[in-house]
């Protein structure tokens, strides 16, 4: 003999118009608050880091000017050199960001050094 079990609720099958809908917003939902923490954070994240004025290390020696840059609480990078009629080769000749630039403390400052 076969038994007949009796289904409860809703038959099983695809959901209907409003079910889909109601589906759609719950996830868009999610997402959008989500996408809403995570903006909040960065922005608060950006607001709250103090800012300071890039230290001149113009003229200066590489060496010097790294250790300069570390003592204020900077990091420094080579980022290129170009041609100088003023300065020694390996002397600063440029500075992103430019001295006295107000900078989120920090921030690496890219050196441009003498030929």
Excluded: C, N
């Excluded at 903006?39 to 880091?49: E, F, I, M, N, S």
């Excluded at 840059?69 to 009629?85: I, K, L, N, Q």
């Excluded at 500075?95 to 030929?115: C, D, F, S, Y």
């Amino acid at each position: 003999m076969r038994s007949r079990t009796k289904q409860r609720g809703r038959a099983a099958g695809p959901p209907g118009l409003w079910g889909t809908l109601w589906r759609l917003t719950l996830v868009g939902a999610v997402l959008f608050a989500a996408a809403a923490a995570a903006g909040y954070a960065t922005v608060a994240h950006l607001v709250k880091t103090p800012e300071t004025q890039a230290p001149d290390l113009l003229a200066m020696e590489l060496v010097d000017a790294i250790r300069e840059a570390s003592a204020e609480g900077f990091s420094a990078r080579v980022a290129g050199s170009e041609p100088s009629s003023v300065l020694q080769p390996g002397q600063v000749a440029a500075q992103r960001p430019l001295p006295g630039t107000w900078v989120k403390e920090g921030a690496t400052i890219q050196l441009i050094l003498a030929e």
